[in-house]
Nanobody, 109 residues
Framework: QVQLVESGGGLVQPGGSLRLSCAVSRSIFVAMGWYRQAPGKQRELVATITRDGNSNYASSVKGRFTLSRDNAKNTMYLQMNSLKPEDTAVYYC?????WGQGTQVTVSS
């Protein structure tokens, strides 16, 4: 079974930045994605990347978030800039139809 481990979450003020990481236990030369779930809401797509490296973003984060990956390290990243309180959620990565445990992001002054 594939293991995914997210890290990098935390508390940040509005306008701040965080970089999330998702370490995967096997090759990440596959389609992957970041999702988030806020309290009382359904899990939603944040960003995805295809096997060929084409990325796609939710309209709510486009221009602020950037997904990237390091194939040599089997790690995917989510650079989050200009964070807003509405970005507060648990962030999950997905690959091989498996989920990580999530990392909490809280945007608050």
């Amino acid at each position: 079974q594939v293991q995914l481990v997210e890290s990098g979450g935390g508390l940040v003020q509005p306008g701040g930045s965080l970089r999330l990481s998702c370490a995967v236990s096997r090759s990440i030369f596959v389609a992957m994605g970041w999702y988030r779930q806020a309290p009382g809401k359904q899990r939603e797509l944040v960003a995805t990347i295809t096997r060929d490296g084409n990325s796609n973003y939710a309209s709510s984060v486009k221009g602020r978030f950037t997904l990237s990956r390091d194939n040599a390290k089997n790690t995917m990243y989510l650079q989050m800039n200009s964070l807003k309180p509405e970005d507060t959620a648990v962030y999950y990565c997905n690959a091989y139809e498996n989920w990580g445990q999530g990392t909490q992001v809280t945007v608050s002054s």
